[in-house]
């Protein structure tokens, strides 16, 4: 059986982006209007440039379906470029200070750092967000639902309510441009983009992303490359411009002492039948994972998403032909894409915990899977004194 994985192709100015989905159960529904409704929100937020008045992200399904039902086989996704002109691009000899330009051109030995920008481009992201939308309609067959937002841009910090639920987080969300549950706070967001597009300048910040409904033992403590707090990290630390990820109170950690930092554990029989079988907690601290694994408690993952780096007033560099002083100039660009990576970030994170979800509960049909399922929770709510 093949593990659920995805890959993606395409350049920024290509024919088009694309996932490779492989490892999907069949007899799982697809929702395409949903993939496209997500593909449209990573095109939004306040603060996007000129390169979204342009494109209109649209999933085609090439392959791996029959009448919308997945049947095993690999599912291709494909979003074209309206903007295609990668052949006549002009060359790019200066290097942006922050982007892959540099480092890249170093790397496959070119001055034309076009060559690099163009895969190295945040519209890759459109592709992981179609792979992350399209498993979505897995993870919701067993009731687990994943949001995400900002939570910061430059200076501004929302004030966050822990006590919501995911539809709760989701509706604020959803009720402005700056995808931030903090009314105010997004107001105050969307005046930090505004003046920093004044100052010609660029502004990055923090997203968070919540998993609520998963049953704990997703991931492993056995095998270093199967901890699906690692996984996470890498999931969401390879978004573009992210620098950095944290889990629960993640950094938060190391100022208090550990009674101030782990989860108390209690039981209560009455929520047996919920993710976290009947062993509550009293805070959760450690974001739903422990050693590795989930334990049925919400997963919280936060990363931090430096500026865009190309800025409206440039910043200083060197041509790579002539090695003399050019500044970076300025074609076209987003002055911040925070609320755009939320999306993605809800997305690369879906995606690992379907994942991790079909390593637990594998199966090459939606049946098969939904047996192991029930069969797990079932000796999982047996063991130990009082079960039945
Ligand atoms: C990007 C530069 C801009 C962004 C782009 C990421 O594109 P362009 O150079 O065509 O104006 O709009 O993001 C997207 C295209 C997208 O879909 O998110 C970059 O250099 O990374």
Excluded at 42 to 62: A, N, S, T, W
Excluded at 142 to 157: L, M
Excluded at 178 to 196: G, R
Excluded at 296 to 308: F, Q, S, T
Aim: charged share 30%.
């Amino acid at each position: 059986m093949t593990r659920l994985d995805y890959r993606t192709a395409g350049e920024s100015h290509g024919r088009a982006v694309l996932a490779l989905v492989e490892g999907l159960p069949a007899g799982i529904r697809i929702d395409v209007d949903f993939i496209n409704a997500e593909l449209r929100r990573r095109q939004g937020g306040y603060g996007r440039g000129g390169r979204m008045k342009i494109e209109h992200d649209e999933v085609h399904v090439l392959s791996g379906t029959r009448r919308d039902v997945t049947i095993g086989s690999p599912i291709t996704l494909q979003i074209d470029n309206k903007d295609y002109r990668i052949d006549d691009a002009p060359a790019v000899p200066h290097p942006r200070p922050g982007h892959a330009d540099l480092a890249g051109s170093l790397k496959w030995l070119t001055t034309d750092c076009r060559t690099i920008l163009e895969r190295a481009s945040a519209r890759e992201t459109a592709a992981r967000v179609a792979a992350g939308a399209l498993v979505r309609s897995l993870l919701q067959e067993f009731g687990i639902d994943v949001v995400a937002y900002v939570t910061r841009v430059g200076c501004v910090e929302a004030k966050l309510n822990d006590a919501l639920t995911l539809d709760e987080w989701r509706k604020l969300r959803d009720g402005n441009e700056a995808y931030c549950p903090d009314s105010q706070a997004a107001t105050d967001m969307i005046a930090a983009i505004k003046q920093a597009k004044i100052d010609k300048d660029t502004l990055g910040g923090i997203v968070e992303v919540r998993v609520h409904g998963q049953p704990p033992g997703l991931g492993s403590c056995m095998r270093w490359q199967d901890k699906l707090d690692g996984r996470l990290m890498q999931a969401v630390g390879s978004i573009q411009a992210f620098k950095g990820v944290e889990i629960g109170l993640g950094f938060g950690s190391a100022l208090r002492r550990g009674s101030e930092v782990h989860d108390e554990i209690d039981y209560d029989e009455n929520q047996r039948n919920k993710p976290s079988l009947g062993y509550t907690r009293r805070s959760n601290r450690a974001g739903g994972l422990e050693g590795g694994m989930t334990n049925g408690e919400d997963i919280v993952v936060r990363g931090v998403m430096k500026p865009i780096s190309t800025l409206l007033r440039g910043l200083d560099s060197v041509n790579l032909e002539t090695k003399l002083a050019q500044r970076s100039d300025y074609e076209r660009s987003d002055i911040a894409a925070v609320a755009a990576a939320s999306v993605v970030a809800e997305h690369v994170v879906a995606f690992e915990i379907a994942r991790a979800f079909l390593e637990k509960f594998a199966g090459d049909t939606l049946e098969e899977v939904r047996c192991s399922y029930d069969s797990y929770l079932d000796l999982a709510r047996k063991l130990g004194v009082g079960a039945d």
